[in-house]
């Protein structure tokens, strides 16, 4: 019949009675494989047909062995092609075949850039692994903190209950970047301090640092804790006009102003 069909004009497989019969057998044979691939048994059907007009399966010893086996690599290509959401011609190819299916970091309970070494970033100044600093203890760079805040706005009572929220949660997670992505998505703490969430989101950012990758190294980057950390003095951090002014901005005193 494949040679009969091949040797008519392209009509032939729309009008013959037998054509349309062997596709209904066709998506019978191999409804069970397209359902373990996640697909529709005509998606088989359609790979099956596209076989079948080649002269390969036509002058094979086994012609049904040819399709099945033209019908499962199609299929795999196809599940892959779903998930790595690209083509199916690039879904054949090993290069992109090779990678896993894209998910959201919200998809699970640890975030992946809390521990991925490729989503982490080491910033310069970060403190070393023995513990040993030049700069100001931990205790002291907490206090100038404080103090900065205050002398932008902040009354001490608020300053000091977030700047110990901040840390608190600092000492639960791996990195910074970490601290502040989870301090952002921290409603209670932002109830705690009556702040909106922009004035939230700029707190942390001036606390902690941009989380963004291409400013990891500047000054932004670091955050205050950090610079107090590794000994910049808190006369340094009121010449930074930005990010004096981001703390002011985030002030309760200011927001209220306002």
Not at 16 to 25: I, N, P, Q, S
Not at 71 to 89: D, F, H, K, M, P
Not at 113 to 141: C, T
Request: proline residues 5%; contains cysteine; negative net charge.
């Amino acid at each position: 019949m494949l040679e009969r069909l091949a040797a008519q004009d392209h009509g032939a497989w729309r009008r013959d009675t037998e054509a349309a019969a062997l596709m209904e057998y066709v998506v019978r044979r191999y409804a069970k494989l397209a359902r373990k691939h996640g697909l529709d048994p005509w998606d088989a059907a359609a790979a099956a047909f596209d076989a079948m007009r080649s002269s390969a399966v036509r002058n094979a010893d086994d012609p049904w062995a040819v399709v099945t086996r033209a019908v499962q690599v199609t299929l795999i290509a196809e599940e892959r092609a779903n998930g790595l959401l690209c083509s199916v011609y690039q879904a054949r190819r090993p290069e992109f075949s090779s990678f896993h299916d894209p998910e959201r970091f919200s998809d699970r309970e640890n975030p992946l850039s809390g521990y991925h070494p490729a989503l982490r970033v080491q910033s310069i100044g970060d403190a070393p692994d023995d513990g040993h600093s030049d700069g100001a203890g931990i205790g002291e760079a907490v206090e100038n903190a404080i103090a900065f805040m205050t002398l932008l706005g902040w009354p001490r009572t608020p300053a000091r209950t977030a700047m110990e929220y901040i840390c608190a949660r600092l000492s639960e997670v791996p990195s910074r970047a970490t601290a502040w992505e989870s301090l952002r998505r921290d409603v209670h703490g932002r109830t705690l301090l009556d702040l909106s969430s922009a004035s939230w989101n700029g707190l942390l950012r001036a606390v902690l640092g941009n989380p963004e990758p291409e400013v990891s190294r500047t000054t932004a980057g670091r955050g205050i804790l950090l610079r107090l950390l590794i000994g910049e003095p808190l006369r340094s951090l009121l010449t930074d006009d930005d990010l004096v002014l981001a703390v002011s901005l985030a002030a309760p005193a200011e927001r209220s102003r306002r």
